[in-house]
Nanobody, 115 residues
Framework: QVQLVESGGGLVQAGGSLRLSCTASGRIFDINAMGWYRQSPGKQRELVAVITSGGTTNYADSVKDRFTISRDNAKNTVSLRMNSLKAEDTAVYYC?????????WGQGTQVTVSS
């Protein structure tokens, strides 16, 4: 089992920045992909950004050039730096980890961007 604990959400004005962090713990041997998804009311959960163990990244078009994902393999952490936030970035953000083919989710952290 892998447990994920997220931190860093909150309320910010449009144009501001936030940093989300997620730490994985438990019986961890080899984490492949780590990423962030988000879900806003009435919408499906969507990929925001993902990073592989080798450092390859992929971003949703809507956040490219504004968000940066990074990870520390030694500490089993993944972070998301969010700049130039927009009202449409408001959502619950979920950490996601794939470990030996099993997907784990964090509890979610609310990000609210006021316009």
């Amino acid at each position: 089992q892998v447990q994920l604990v997220e931190s860093g959400g909150g309320l910010v004005q449009a144009g501001g920045s936030l940093r989300l962090s997620c730490t994985a713990s438990g019986r961890i041997f080899d984490i492949n992909a780590m990423g962030w998804y988000r879900q806003s009311p009435g919408k499906q959960r969507e990929l925001v950004a993902v990073i592989t163990s080798g450092g390859t990244t992929n971003y949703a078009d809507s956040v490219k050039d504004r968000f940066t994902i990074s990870r520390d393999n030694a500490k089993n952490t993944v972070s998301l730096r969010m700049n130039s936030l927009k009202a449409e970035d408001t959502a619950v953000y979920y950490c996601n980890v794939v470990h030996f083919g099993t997907t784990y989710w964090g509890q979610g952290t609310q990000v609210t961007v006021s316009s």
